[in-house]
């Protein structure tokens, strides 16, 4: 996760999520492992994704699809709404809570909207 703080600054991005304009870009970290824990993860991306595949992806491009007129911050929240999606929300005081991936994406794929 260090190695993706580093890239989003040579881009001249926050690092945290939460700090992002409204025109940046959106950051996703794909998981593989269900029980990875995102602490990291959480501060960075400004979603996390939990296996699924092609199945996950494609659920993923329809949303884009659909929201492409919508703000970044509106986008985001219809991509959190996807089975195995995650997106940190502010904390009072501190950095998001971290999910463990199993915990947003429990009993895995399918991911059915």
């Known amino acids: ?3 993706l703080r580093a ?14 304009a409204p025109g ?15 602490t990291v993860a959480a501060w960075s991306a400004d979603l996390l994704l939990l296996g699924g595949g092609w199945t996950l992806l494609e659920a993923v491009v329809e949303v884009l699809e659909r929201t492409a007129g919508f703000s970044r911050r509106d986008c985001v929240a219809e991509l959190a709404g996807i089975k ?8 009072e ?3 998001p809570v971290a999910p463990r991936a199993a915990d947003f994406a429990p009993g895995g794929a399918p991911f059915d909207r």
């Open 93 to 95: 005081g501190g950095p």
């Open 7 to 20: 890239r989003l600054a040579t881009m001249g991005m926050a690092a945290h999520a939460l700090e992002r």
């Open 1 to 3: 996760m260090a190695d």
């Open 24 to 38: 940046d870009p959106i950051v996703a970290v794909w998981l593989m492992a269900p029980e990875e824990y995102t």
């Open 84 to 91: 195995g999606v995650w997106a940190p929300v502010p904390a």
